[in-house]
């Protein structure tokens, strides 16, 4: 494995500091003065074609205006306007359409003075197969008894998808719990068509045994009807209809069914208690909830979000923003501004609310948004307002709710003050890593932030398909988006030595000749080695 190590830039490079003369700033003023009173996004630009902050505003013109009119000072505002070359915008319709198109902007592309929130994976669901219809001449065997499935990606509108659920575990739980009160089956149609014995979900009572015929398709469709009620919230609903069945078969003299009944009941009432929720005290717009939790410390933040669907608490997940304090002073630039304009009456004036808010406004573009959400800290209505046009739906949120919403939040709060704590622990131990190999390899690193190391590793198979792959450590953390990947081509089957050499040729080559020819220097390194673009002989 091989090891380069990038040294930082020095102070005082062009590209570090302001670009912003007097010429500059006197095309940016006429620029604005020629801007349109109308709601749209705006862009500011770098010397370098970077993107440094990206917003919306309801007057263009005015909230354009503020940021070269006002005296910002020594301030994270003041410094971002003085680096400040050029002004992009777009005028749109409404607000719903600028709160659409800025954050779909931040998302792509990652302005350095915005709160950022890192795209994550899809929220999984849980699935169920099949047809109610046990009749349907068309419906399989396998299709008249459905599948309670674990499921992430594209929806098929033959099926009906429950959730989301925060994470796969949160999921696999809920089956669990399905199987256990409502016996459903779990295994894969073609093992559902080939079975000639129950399986052992069967002889622990975690499944009824569809498929050797141990229960009618009636019957078993009545459980799958059961089991998605509870899903959606009516557990109560599911128990009544239940007791009403145990005393129906007991009149019958079906005293083994009844028996079977009963032990629903109890094992769907003791899930509810564990739960700690009791569905009646909830009203119906209460049963889909999103609990959302801010925490704030040491220049980072945490938005914990906890889920809420059909009355039970499904988990949490913690989310951890880039550029909190520039994005911060940002955002409460852009509220005073609104306030101003008498377009919001309750500007975010703490970091807290700052952070909220970008969560709300990024996470929920192209998410299921539930009828309600209840937050640790007051956010602009108008923001919500928006959030509800631009999805379709009708979002109230609550800032102090009460009973059972101010339980959730509280508990939301403190996970979002562990995972806070915890990631500033993780963060100070790598810190204090960086700074020893910076002493025991004695180098002249002013900031160990700033510090950027690429390793290269060789593998092949018995010679054969050559590949290198380069890793990188900058900011104290390894940064997997510019991970890269090389075609090892022209060399002897599992000469590593000269695997290596071509990967390190060609991954700085450019640089060296530029060096050489006396047109940069060898920290440029660092902003070579940054940018994807730079190099093209990467195989990514």
Known sequence: MGVVINLPEPQGRPQDTAQNTGGTRERLLAEVAALPSLPGVYRWIDVQGGVLYVGKAANLKKRVSSYLHKDHGGSRIGAMVGRIVRLETTVVRSEAEALLLENNLIKTLNPKFNILFRDDKSYPYLKVTGTHDTDAVAATAAQKFARV?????????RHRYFGPYPNAWAVKQTIQLVQKVFRLRTCEDTVFNHRSRPCLLYQIHRCSGPCVGLIEAGDYARDV??????LLGDAQAVIED???HMLASAEALAFEQAAKVRDRIGSLSRVLHQQSVEASSLSASDKDVDILAVKVAGGRACVNLAMV???????DRAYFPSHVDDGAALRAQDAD???EEGLSAEPPHTPEAAVLEA????????????????????????LIDALSEAAGVRVRCTHQPREQKRIWL????????????????EEGSQQQRTR??????DLDVPDPALLRIECFDISHTAGEATQASCVVFEGHAMQSAQYRRFNIEGITGGDDYAAMRQVLTRRYARLAEAVAAGKADETDAAVSAADPAADPTADH
């Open 410 to 425: 509280e508990m939301a709060a403190q996970g979002a003050e562990l995972s806070l704590a915890r990631l500033l622990a």
């Open 337 to 339: 501004e609104a306030a």
């Open 359 to 382: 969560f709300i406004a990024q996470h929920y573009i192209g998410q299921p948004v539930p009828p309600q959400l209840a937050t640790s800290h007051r956010v602009d209505p108008g």
């Open 149 to 157: 499935a674990y499921f992430r990606g594209a929806v098929d509108r």
């Open 242 to 244: 239940l007791q009403v």
């Open 436 to 441: 020893a190999l910076v002493e025991a390899l």
């Open 309 to 315: 669907r059909g009355s039970r608490h499904l988990g």
């Open 225 to 230: 009807r059961d089991a998605e009620r509870f």
